[in-house]
């Protein structure tokens, strides 16, 4: 019951929201930030009552706050929502980076009501995909949320918007539908036609016909591969994210792309443990080649949001290099599966808080300038030593400097994977050097030298480098009445946004026991399923 | 005849209250004044809820076949009888806007209820003969119907599907006859027993022919050509109807003849199904990728549709999943595709996408009931088609044919291009504000507002009522498919 309401509050809000037409601006922003904040104090209040126990692990058994009701009957599908400590984490992570992003877009200008009743939607639509247990519910929240997020970027996203967000939709409705379609031959090979996860965790099925096995894996595999996005189904994702609002891209990048990812802990590991085995050796080739392309790809890009948005693909890599790690049982042991597997959850939770943090800090590039292009911005770090040192802290974070979340996660990785893959990992080391190499790169171009700001109406064109008489652009700020000559620093809200994201994000980096608590049961219990 | 007694009468009763609603529909019509005729629409809508109810209070009896087992009252015919009675009552209301104070409202008000009787039959029938008949009881009214307004668009609309009717019709009778060749009786139970030893020539021949009449009724290809012209040619709530009402029927007929007579021919009658389907659902999306008129991009959505269903026909014999998948899709698409031919109705002065959206500009709402229900034909959750969707892909899946769930996949995602095509503009001109507000008040001067409030407010209910029905359906599936459908 707790549960249901954790998850159905922001729909309540955003229900509320759409229904009272004559909310001031300021007002629906508050509705949202307090929705959020609420539904975040529950979940707290959650993760403070659970347990993980000691016999129970979680995935099919030991599960929380569980609720079932039937829904479809003729294909027993329910509503079967529980927590446990693979949901957990990203349960949390989802309440915080959408209070954040309430926070952030406190001043938003453009129709906020209904704004802030889109977010609410996919708030909903986020918890109700980790939290539930029946791959029909499942099905139905991971659709919603990219209803949600397609209105999101075609209604208040810039550029090319309209064109993003089609692309965003279709070709994520593509994976949704493989998906769907694997989840009907799930259905189908089981021995007691269910579509509940936990059922058939327990009772695996297809277990004996290893071609219809590998074949319903491909259909889930591509689904959630869609989703994540892994090379070579990630071309979706910078132009969605270059197009999209920054709390829709924080959201975006911070949890729906976790959709992807948890479904393969949640979904094809457990169910699927012998499919999994047979074809981990490809989960762990494709996560380090988007290790690797990500990396390089985002090297290469002269906008900082695009560069972003192609680490993202990195990070994601190594999510899936641990997990195919872990089903590579014939290599290695159980502890080393387990610590990759482990590690695999810490980067899902540590990637959405440093990406969703650098999302919003790119979203204040745009606020003060209107472009994302690295050589129309330079020596920020005077200016707005703030959000110098946001911007700073972030890309460390997120380049995997020890003392933050993020290299707990990919020292885990590493550590679990180099047993069973051992070439595989050792190529994965390099995509850090890469990283740290562009986010370097990034820190130098934007924040030291001359400062270079630029000014709404110039033409794009004009911006081929640092020029020497935009320094301080005063001679232009006469003629051109609403042009940014320097660079606002931080306001109160953007810093009431962003600080607390990376604060998180040091905290796990410090004291990882906070989550590995939760964590390290569940996963091995993964561990233990696709060893079966 | 002996055995014809009380209670096989009253098993028809449903049926019965439509031809009541319309003979006392087209008599009141005759002694009630001109600006009166609210009446007949009161009668017609009473006579609907009524069968419905009769039709429900039955539901959970046992199935029977009545009138020497030309008539089947089983689950299926249940719910056609359900599905198409509310139909045709809210329908009649959708086009009550266009139509009040037309010389000839009551008689369009009887078509309809004959119309749906038809479709009904059609369902219904245990027997080729019937067959043929609720066939044309489901085709003449309509004919009428498509051409009701009178202009040259409404014309060449009901020329197109006269003759396209009139030649499938021949064909049907030309396979029935090859049927009763084959095996020398009309009603399903001895055709099931004695087509697989019968000649194969003659089979192929009565198959392809019955089949072809179904289908012309259901709007599937090859035989969709009348589809986009007719819907394009008629008025919207006529377009409902016809692109609703006789493809339940027609649906529904062709699934039990796959699961009675045909079920054991030896020729592969669910492959040719199958491929029916695959090539409507394929043929419709592409067709519709480019269109502008709403009425045509919902005319070829209704073509794909019925390649959805014609799944679940093509594995009516095989599995058990194929009598509730059908009924759940049946009812999810009636209610859905009724909700988006009202949006297109709320704004009957808009004939493309973009006139569409300006002509909308400010009403939020509408737009948003809109999105529920063009998300709801593509089968987004948690949408009645949703639920429907997901029964016919499993039970699709479980008579093995998983390559058309394939197709079936990949068809969903290229109709959400079309959809959204109409979503996109639709959605980011409601927050457009001023700029819209001066074409809307465009549309007001020529009717007095009165009238104006008036035209377009039946369709809107309609569409709000066909989005929260929609969702209703689709998240309560629990609670009615367990009423429906007690396994």
């Known amino acids: ?532 | 005849m002996t055995g014809m007694g009380d209670e096989r009468v009253l098993a028809l009763l449903p049926e019965l209250l439509l031809l009541f609603g319309a003979v006392g529909g087209l008599l009141l019509g005759l002694w009630t004044p001109q600006h009166r005729q609210w009446r007949v629409r009161l009668l017609v809508t009473v006579a609907c809820l009524a069968s419905a109810v009769a039709a429900a209070v039955a539901l959970p009896e046992p199935a029977e076949r009545v009138f020497e087992g030309t008539w089947v009252v089983d689950t299926t015919t249940g719910v056609v009888r359900i599905v198409v009675a509310l139909g045709v009552a809210v329908l009649v209301w959708l086009a009550s806007a266009s139509l009040g104070g037309h010389p000839r409202e009551t008689e369009a008000y009887v078509l309809m209820l004959l119309g749906g009787l038809g479709s009904i039959a059609l369902a219904a029938s245990g027997d080729l003969l019937l067959l043929v008949a609720g066939y044309l009881l489901a085709s003449v009214p309509l004919y009428a119907l498509a051409g009701f307004a009178k202009d040259s668009a409404g014309v060449e609309a009901t020329m197109k599907y006269y003759l396209m009717g009139a030649f499938v019709g021949v064909l049907l009778l030309v396979g029935v006859a090859a049927l009763v060749l084959a095996a020398g009786t009309t009603s399903y139970v001895d055709l099931a027993v004695l087509l697989p030893d019968a000649s194969p020539a003659l089979l192929a021949v009565g198959i392809l022919g019955v089949l072809a009449g179904v289908a012309f009724k259901a709007g599937a290809v090859p035989v969709h050509f009348w589809v986009p012209d007719v819907t394009a040619g008629t008025t919207p709530p006529m377009a409902a109807y016809i692109t609703t009402i006789p493809k339940i029927g027609a649906v529904a007929a062709a699934f039990r003849l796959l699961a009675e007579p045909f079920a054991g021919v030896p020729l592969d009658v669910p492959l040719l199904v199958a491929v029916i389907a695959a090539a409507s659902m394929t043929l419709g999306n592409l067709a519709a990728f480019n269109q502008t008129d709403v009425l045509r991009l919902l005319a070829y959505s209704t073509v794909s549709q019925v390649g959805y269903l014609f799944m679940v026909v093509a594995v009516a014999a095989r599995t058990g999943l194929a009598v509730p998948a059908l009924a759940i899709y049946l009812a999810g698409y009636a209610v859905t595709n009724i909700g988006a031919f009202a949006a297109v109705a709320a704004a009957p002065a808009a004939r493309t996408i973009t006139d569409w959206a300006t002509a909308v500009g400010r009403h939020r709402w509408l737009v948003v009931s809109l999105v529920v229900c063009l998300l709801g034909l593509v089968g987004t959750p948690p949408t009645a088609v949703f639920v429907g969707k997901l029964a016919v892909f499993v039970a699709a899946w479980d008579g093995g044919l998983a390559w058309l769930v394939v197709i079936a996949a990949i068809n969903t995602v290229a109709s959400l291009f079309y959809y959204l095509r109409w979503i996109a503009p639709a959605a980011t001109r409601v927050a457009a504000s001023e700029s819209t507000t001066a074409a809307a008040r465009r549309n007001g001067p020529g009717t007095s507002g009165e009238t104006a409030q008036r035209d377009v407010l039946e369709p809107i209910v309609v569409l709000h009522a066909a989005a929260v029905v929609s969702l209703l359906l689709g998240i309560g599936s629990g609670a009615w498919l367990t009423v429906v459908l007690p396994s």
């Open chain 1, 1 to 532: 019951m707790l549960l249901t309401v954790v998850i159905f509050l922001p729909l309540l809000a955003a229900g509320v929201l759409l229904a009272v037409p004559r909310i001031p601006s300021r007002a629906a922003i508050g509705v949202w930030i307090a929705a959020s904040a609420v539904d975040l104090a529950l979940i707290g209040w959650m993760w403070w009552r659970f347990e993980p126990g000691e016999g129970a692990a979680g995935v099919v058994d030991g599960l929380a706050y569980e609720a079932d009701l039937q829904w479809i009957p003729t294909v027993d599908a329910g509503y079967h929502v529980g927590v446990d400590g693979l949901s957990l984490p990203l349960l949390a992570l989802t309440g915080v980076l959408f209070l954040a992003c309430g926070i952030y877009s406190l001043r938003e200008p453009d129709r906020p009501r209904i704004y802030a009743a889109l977010f609410l939607f996919l708030q909903t639509a986020c918890l109700g995909t980790f939290a539930s247990l029946d791959l029909i519910l499942f099905f139905v929240f991971f659709d919603l949320s990219i209803v949600g997020m397609y209105f999101v970027i075609a209604g208040w996203g810039h550029g090319n918007a309209r064109r993003s967000a089609l692309k965003f939709f279709l070709y994520t409705f593509i994976g949704s539908l493989a998906l769907l379609v694997g989840f009907i031959g799930l259905f189908l090979g089981s021995e007691e036609r269910t579509f509940d996860m936990v059922a058939l965790a327990a009772n695996p099925p297809l277990a004996d016909s290893p071609v219809a096995g590998g074949l319903v894996l491909l259909a889930i595999g591509l689904g959630l591969a869609v989703k994540t996005p892994l090379f070579p189904f990630h071309t979706w994702l910078p132009d969605a994210h270059t197009d999209a609002p920054a709390a829709g891209s924080a959201v975006l990048a911070g949890i729906l792309l976790k959709l992807g990812t948890y479904g393969f802990v949640r979904i094809a590991m457990p169910i699927l443990p012998e499919a999994w085995q047979r074809w981990a050796m490809v989960a762990v080739v494709v996560g380090v080649i988007s290790v690797l392309w990500g990396a390089f790809v985002a090297l290469a890009q002269t906008d900082v949001k695009r560069m972003i948005a192609y680490t993202s693909v990195n990070h994601m890599g190594y999510v899936l290099l641990g997990l195919g790690a872990a089903g590579l049982v014939a290599s290695a042991d159980e502890g080393a599966r387990t610590v990759a597997t482990v590690g695999a959850m810490y980067q899902m939770v540590s990637h959405g808080l440093l990406t969703g943090a650098l999302f919003l800090l790119s979203g204040v590039l745009w606020s003060r300038g209107h472009t994302y292009a690295f050589d129309r911005w330079g020596g920020l770090a005077r200016p707005a030593p703030v959000f110098a040192a946001c911007l700073a802290v972030a890309a460390f974070g997120s380049l995997g400097l020890p003392g933050f979340s993020g290299f707990i996660a990919e020292f885990q990785v590493f550590t679990g994977a180099l047993q069973a893959a051992p070439v595989a990992t050792v190529i994965a080391v390099l995509g850090i050097l890469v990283t740290a190499g562009l986010f370097l790169l990034a820190l130098q171009r934007l924040l030291t030298g001359d400062t270079v700001v630029p000014s709404e109406t110039e033409p794009d064109e004009m911006g081929g480098g640092p020029v020497p008489g935009r320094t301080d652009g005063g001679a232009v700020t006469a003629t051109l009445p609403r042009k940014a000559s320097r660079m606002a620093d931080l306001r109160g809200h953007e810093m009431a946004s962003i600080i607390p994201l990376l604060a998180l994000a040091l905290i796990l980096g410090l004291f990882p026991r906070v989550l590995l608590d939760v964590l390290e049961p569940a996963a091995m219990a993964v561990a233990e399923l696709v060893g079966r």
